[in-house]
């Protein structure tokens, strides 16, 4: 089975901090994407990667960064955090670009105050 | 850009009745469509995916059909149970592009 796992399930950050959300995948997938998951817009893409130290923007890419530095970790920085930050983070993976079923995380549930 | 939209919103129940989730999207040229669940609270769970040159894929009591030309897929439950009830998505991933548009969900409530 598949797991994807997220660094924690709930953050409660101030404004204006830096943020690290670190997802990992356990089964060699290339493919690696960062959403958010919003009441009313649904999920919206920020960030994917299909290789190591690749990257490609998505939907909503502004005020977030990413790192891929090993093939199963890809980490979502919020440089400065901001309350329109707030949300539901999901990371996903697949395991390449022919066989693209995606596989969730749990989610991170952030609050910036 | 691909628009996904998946009507109604919610949906209730009663146990035993087969049911069927829509899901429409703007532009027919995709290349592929995934179904998924969510719980409240949780991540979400792959249910089905199916590829454009396909007409429909199944899996147990689920069917997802997929119509290009119109635009449209349905999930079809078949005897639907207490505990399938949560939030269905489907995602279009177009022909360019290497992204998956999501539609905002169908919350689905089967009733004992």
């Known amino acids: 089975d598949v797991k994807v796992t997220q660094s924690s399930r709930y953050l409660v950050k101030r404004t204006g901090e830096k943020v690290f959300l670190e997802c990992v995948q356990d089964?060699?997938?290339?493919?690696m994407f960062w959403y958010r998951q919003d009441p009313g817009l649904g999920l919206r893409l920020i960030y994917f990667s299909y290789d190591v130290k690749m990257k490609e923007k998505g939907d909503i890419p502004e005020g977030y960064s990413v790192s891929r530095e090993k093939k199963e970790r890809f980490s979502l920085i919020l440089e400065s955090a901001s309350t329109n930050q707030t949300s539901m983070y999901l990371c996903a993976s697949s395991l390449d670009r022919v066989r693209e079923t995606q596989y969730f995380g749990p989610g991170t549930r952030l609050l910036v105050l | 850009k691909q628009e996904v939209t998946q009507i109604p919103a919610a949906l209730s129940v009663p146990e035993g009745e087969n049911l069927v989730l829509n899901c429409s999207f703007t532009d027919s040229a995709i290349y592929n469509l995934q179904w998924f669940r969510q719980d409240p609270g949780k991540g979400l769970t792959s249910l089905l995916l199916?590829?454009?040159?396909?007409r429909e894929q199944t899996s147990g009591r689920l069917n997802a059909s997929l119509d290009k030309s119109s635009g449209r897929s349905t999930l079809y439950i078949a005897a639907s149970q207490p505990g399938d009830s949560a939030t269905y998505l489907c995602?279009?991933?177009?022909?360019?592009?290497?992204?998956?548009?999501f539609g905002t969900g169908t919350s689905l409530t089967v009733i004992p």
């Open positions: 089964m060699d997938h290339e493919n």
């Open positions: 199916i590829q454009s040159s396909q």
């Open positions: 995602a279009v991933r177009p022909g360019t592009g290497n992204q998956f548009y």
